[in-house]
């Protein structure tokens, strides 16, 4: 069975940083692309960003690029994302996501999620 465990979501003032962090298990890890998506009540889910299963290709979304950076440890099987120069609007409930294509998880296409980590940035 199929998990993914996200963590590290929090309350964090404006300018500020969090570490979101998704472990993955029941899963060859390193063959799966993994990306993170937000979404807030009212909205569609979002693309935030996504990686590769060997990591050395990774793509972000135009509003988070140059603050966020995405990254993973196969041999632990977790996706992290280092969210820097927080704002207000990237407050969400942010998701793992997991597919063997790193093509389809850019549109959310993923064959596996996580529950969620809960981010609010105030101003």
């Known amino acids: 069975q199929v998990s993914l465990v996200e963590s590290g979501g929090g309350l964090v003032q404006a300018g500020g940083s969090l570490r979101l962090s998704c472990v993955a298990s029941?899963?060859?890890?390193?063959?799966?692309?993994m990306a993170w998506f937000r979404q807030t009540p009212g909205k569609e889910r979002e693309f935030v960003s996504r990686?590769?299963?060997?990591?050395?290709?990774?793509g972000y979304s135009d509003s988070v690029k140059g603050r966020f950076t995405i990254s993973r440890d196969n041999a632990k099987n977790t996706v992290s994302l280092q969210m820097d120069v927080l704002k207000p609007e990237d407050t969400a409930d942010y998701y793992c996501a997991a597919d063997r294509s790193y093509q389809h998880i850019l549109a959310g296409r993923a064959d596996f999620w996580g529950q969620g980590t809960q981010v609010t940035v105030s101003s």
């Open positions: 990686i590769s299963g060997s990591g050395g290709i990774s």
């Open positions: 029941g899963l060859t890890f390193r063959s799966y692309a």
